[in-house]
């Protein structure tokens, strides 16, 4: 008995597919449309907004897509200004001072020798002393000003100044007694004079001619003159640290 031939099953039924569009054989989705040219500037395509995380409290929020910090930032604290009649306390120059205070010694004293030297014939011994202690008050009082305005509020440099002050009153007074010798005698006379007494003007200094002894008001002028630059130095220094 013959059988029937072969026969494949039946595919199901497939669904009704789309029609293709030729130009676009894999169904992308269609660019947005262009804006036709001579209507004003297309804007750039901006890429979409996703949503970042919450903002914390007290700091704007921030986007996503921009650039964010590695760090939280923190609000810069507010400048506050120093209290009324208070200033920051800048210091001096005590080093400075002292020197310049040295030099301006040394030049009242070589002014002091000059005045000596001219008018030592006309001097009674009061007029000596009243020039002597002149002179150290002088001294004392321009180097105390110059120490109080460079070098400020320093104890340095007040001590500093006082120690000036009181060898600019010795030297004013020694260095006149060579130079009226030489001025009365000679050059070789003052070398014979220093070459036996080394020490001849200071113990000139010091040693009272008319009642012998210890001149005490000499010793006394290096005190006034060291008083006064310490004084001076110490109220403007500090006048100029209040300020």
Known sequence: MSQPPFQP???????????QNPANPYAQPAPPPQQPPGFGPS??????????PAPVPGQPPMMYGGPQPAYPMQPAPPFQAPPFGQRPNATGNPVGAVFLGFFVSFVIALLYTGVMVATYKDQTYATANVLYFAHAILNGAVVGALVGKVGRDSNGGRIGGAVVAALGAFFGYANALPVIIVKEQSFMALKTLLEGEPFFPAKAWWHNDSHGGVDWLNLLGLVVAAAAAWGIAYL????????
Do not use: E, T
């Open 236 to 243: 403007i220094g500090k006048n100029r640290r209040q300020v």
């Open 9 to 19: 099953p039946p595919q199901p039924a497939q669904p009704p597919q789309p029609p």
């Open 43 to 52: 804007a750039p395509q901006q890429p979409p907004m996703q949503a970042g």
